[in-house]
């Protein structure tokens, strides 16, 4: 006896799909052309450097940028996959890996700021003022005291393993070593809370500086640079059907934008107000093997 | 508590000087949480209803599938609709990720089971002897339905309350099928994580506390529309 409201709620919920169906294309034919997704790392968005960049871009362009930020790991598969149309990360090694296969393209340099080591301000590992961060590791480990991990496959967890490996050490879960799995704002806070050492880029833990006693233990060694590369996602390694989505365009202007004089001025001059000293240095123009002298 | 304190002083002073970012950031949270909750109603109570009072094969498993249903995690539904919308997934051609529709979609997937179980145990718990009394009445099937619907009414805006408060309040899902991109799909919730990552704890709380004001704002009209019509009758 209730076939007739079974039959109406069906017709209901179908009118409703075309709805949200047509919603949907119609808004993708309004911004097709200008939309166009960045991947990048956490530390970009929550340094507040991008807030400062897009708005100049988009001003200037046009062109509408979606910023997507995840770990740098998420945002290479995100590059691979043809999901993004530019790429701000900062793990040239696995970047170089895309760039060998083609599947990005217009490599370039942006900038560069440095990991640190901080850790509580006591100090219980005693590796203030070790020469190099492998040396650090290897006396955390020593003394059994407690290392927080991003553990999420970013930029930053990238080159923790990579110091790790240098010192010789497979670090293994447990309660000398913890991995958060979350960007590193959060994993600041916990190092903070369970008063552990961590690797951090110096961007995120001056911005978070505030709410931390957390001190800086290593720095300044040249295998501690963090550098940040942008380049476009080559629609030609795709399918057509994904490269037709793609905004080109968009993503060259990106690019070019980013290692213009402008934005290289804006780059450089951020974060100075606040905290004394430049997050990022400008590194347009440069090659990688310049940096840090 | 020097903290606490900071963050409710900065919520009065966002509300006061009624910065646009945030009104921006309420209203589409309002939008997109309104329009799935809208969208979950219209799917949920039919489906509720039509669970509730016809008795086919299949139908406990149905039941059972509504009732497990109300736990999804937010972030495995993010997760499977990032999957269907992705460039790469079968729906990439509607070119929705990333904006407040693939964000409603996600939502509603959440909400449905929620208003399809609240449904179904209202209208399900009125007594048999009124349909047979409106059918004795004359009732033809709309006439029957509607009035079923009418005295299920206290259980069917808890449907939608429970609805509206389980997307209100999820991140998952937002912050992966809506990116968190400023001006377009920054919700309350995925707001509060950025500035928690930034290292703005007085904001986030401040946010924070908007967000349980709106979703208690809200939550307040449902029921003193639901408490007010049930005390005519």
Redesign the interface.
């Known amino acids: 006896?209730?076939k007739?409201?079974?039959y109406?709620?069906l017709a209901?919920?179908f009118v409703?799909m075309l709805c949200?169906?047509g919603?949907?294309?119609n808004?993708?034919q309004a911004v097709?052309k200008t939309d166009v997704?960045l991947a990048t790392t956490?530390s970009t968005?929550?340094?507040?450097l991008l807030?400062e960049l897009i708005p100049v871009f988009e001003e200037k362009t046009g062109y509408k940028i979606?910023?997507?930020?995840v770990g740098t790991g998420a945002a290479l598969a995100m590059g691979e996959?043809?999901?993004a149309d530019v790429l701000l990360t900062h793990a040239p090694a696995d970047e170089q890996k895309l760039v060998e296969a083609g599947l990005v393209t217009n490599y370039q340099l942006v900038m560069h700021n440095d990991f640190v080591i901080v850790g509580p301000a006591d100090d219980p590992a005693g590796i203030k003022g070790t020469a190099t961060a492998a040396e650090a590791l290897k006396k955390i480990k020593e003394s059994n005291s407690l290392f927080v991990s991003r553990g999420d496959d970013s930029g930053t967890h990238k080159m923790e393993k990579k110091l790790w490996e240098a010192a010789g050490i497979t670090p293994e879960v447990g309660a000398t070593y913890q991995e958060t799995g979350q960007?590193?704002?959060?994993t600041?806070?916990v190092a903070e809370q369970n008063k552990g050492y961590t690797l951090t880029d110096r961007g995120t833990y001056l911005?978070?500086?505030?709410?931390l006693t957390l001190e800086i233990m290593v720095e300044g060694e040249k295998s501690l640079l963090n550098i940040y590369h942008v380049m476009q996602v080559n629609p030609e390694k795709f399918s057509e059907?994904?490269a037709g989505?793609?905004n080109t365009e968009g993503a060259k202007a990106f690019v070019d934008f980013l290692v213009s004089a402008e934005a290289q001025e804006i780059i450089g001059n951020f974060g100075v107000d606040t905290y004394g000293e430049p997050l990022f240095y400008p590194d347009a123009g440069k090659s990688e093997d310049e940096l840090g002298k | 508590m020097q903290l606490i304190w900071d963050g409710l002083v900065q919520a009065f002073f966002i509300l006061l000087n009624l910065d646009p970012e945030v009104l921006e950031v309420c209203w589409l949270t309002l939008k997109v949480s309104g329009t799935a909750t809208l969208?979950s109603v219209?799917?949920g109570v039919?489906?509720g209803?039509?669970l509730a009072?016809?008795r086919f094969p299949g139908r406990n498993f149905l039941v059972s599938l509504a009732n497990f249903g109300m736990g999804l995690p937010p972030v495995v539904v993010g997760l499977w609709v990032s999957i269907f919308l992705?460039?790469?997934g079968p729906f990439?051609?509607?070119?929705?990720?990333?904006?407040p529709?693939?964000m409603?979609?996600a939502q509603a997937v959440i909400a449905s089971p929620l208003v399809i179980s609240f449904t179904l145990a209202a209208v399900q718990q009125i007594s048999p002897r009124l349909r047979l009394h409106l059918l004795a009445l004359g009732a033809n099937?709309r006439q029957l339905?509607w009035n079923l619907i009418k005295e299920a009414r206290l259980g069917l805006l808890a449907a939608v309350m429970a609805g509206f408060g389980g997307v209100i309040s999820e991140v998952g899902a937002s912050q992966m099928v809506g990116?968190?991109?400023?001006g377009?799909t920054r919700v309350l919730t995925t707001a509060t994580v950025?500035e928690?990552?930034?290292?703005n704890?007085d904001v986030a709380i401040a946010l924070s506390v908007i967000l349980l004001a709106l979703a208690y704002g809200v939550t307040a009209l449902l029921t003193s529309l639901q408490q007010r019509r049930s005390n005519y009758e």
């Open positions: 006896m209730f007739k409201t079974r109406l709620s209901i919920l409703f949200l169906v919603c949907g294309q808004a993708e097709k997704i956490t968005q929550d340094s507040g807030d979606k910023t997507i930020a996959k043809g999901e960007g590193m704002g959060q600041l806070i911005a978070q500086k505030k709410n059907d994904i989505k793609m | 969208v219209l799917i039919p489906l209803c039509i009072l016809s992705w460039r790469s990439g051609s509607l070119g929705i990720i990333y904006t529709t693939a409603i979609i099937r339905l990116g968190n991109i400023k377009e950025m928690v990552n930034k290292g704890f």
